[in-house]
């Protein structure tokens, strides 16, 4: 039987929400009191929510400071996407050796289709949305116990970084070869062995940090 979620866990979901959707930005302050009023909630509660958040990677606790959505500089957004690609690049290696190719194909489609729904219609939240589980999939389909919970935190950060350049930077120009090359991605995966799919995995990660990285330095 589910435990009823806490009232932390709630807010938790709340923050979490408005991280995604780009509602509240990178850099910014989150006030207990604030998010006192805002939930109608106690300061254990929010306080509970907030380090949540900051075991999952969404935030930071500064001293003196309180706490800020996690901001990042080019250097720690490539950081990000390195660590992203060689974690999940090993992680479709054990997700082949797990899964049937069929069922490993079968779970990819349904984000990847979702993506580019979402592409076609100019859907962008959706669409990275689509995107991230994409990725979260692959973590799952390892069928290791760690390896979830390390790309978890580093899925979060991209999060960050993606909404914030697809708000603020220019992804216009990187938008549909960031689809094509996702779709490609799923084409090895189909058509080749597992290390041309870990190979076309781990360029496509590094491909999607690139133009952040280039972005944040130019800021």
Known sequence: MTKPATLGQTVADALRDALRAGAIGV??????????????????????????????????????????????????????????????????????????????????????????RAHDAGAWPERRAALLTFHATIAALSARPQTPVLLSVLHNQATLLLTDFELYGTPDAHRDAQMTGYEHVYGVLRFGGADEAQAALRARIHDDGTPIVRWLAGR
């Open 27 to 116: 850099g910014e302050r989150l006030v207990e009191l604030a998010l006192t009023q805002r939930y109608q909630v106690s300061q254990a509660a929010v306080r509970d929510a907030l380090h949540q958040l900051e075991r999952e990677g969404w935030v930071l606790y500064e001293a003196r400071r309180g706490v800020r959505v996690r901001k990042f500089t080019p250097d720690a957004a490539h950081e990000v996407f390195a660590l992203m690609a060689e974690i999940e690049s090993l992680a479709l290696i054990w997700a082949a050796k797990e899964q049937s190719r069929r069922i490993l194909l079968d779970s990819l489609a349904l984000p990847l289709e979702a993506a580019r």
